[in-house]
């Protein structure tokens, strides 16, 4: 089954001489089995962390929808397997994920 880890973490962004770094020791981690929304909610994380196994759909937000419209559209991002990527997240959003 292809999965999706998702981490959540704050920054560590109190000066901008430098460029945030996100702060390993209070990251939370998840594995969903896509389909699904994740149970791990924002609450003061700032980023948020996605590696799939597979080519996916993942929405990110209050009420996250990973499906695409029968016209093909929809709030879903096209994210390819085995590449790390980051968004920006805000308190009470959540992750969800569809295969491609």
Do not use: H
């Amino acid at each position: 089954m292809a999965t999706l880890i998702v981490t959540l973490s704050r920054l560590k962004a109190a000066t901008f001489s430098t460029a945030p770094v996100a702060q390993g020791s209070a990251c939370r981690t998840e594995t969903i089995t896509m389909p699904a929304s994740g149970a791990l909610t924002a609450n003061g994380e700032e980023i948020v962390e996605i590696l799939a196994d597979a080519d996916c759909w993942v929405a990110i937000g209050a009420d996250p929808d990973s499906s695409l419209a029968t016209d093909g559209t929809g709030t879903a991002r096209k994210i390819m397997a085995d590449i790390p990527y980051t968004f920006g997240i805000q308190d009470g959003e959540k992750v969800a994920v569809e295969a491609a």
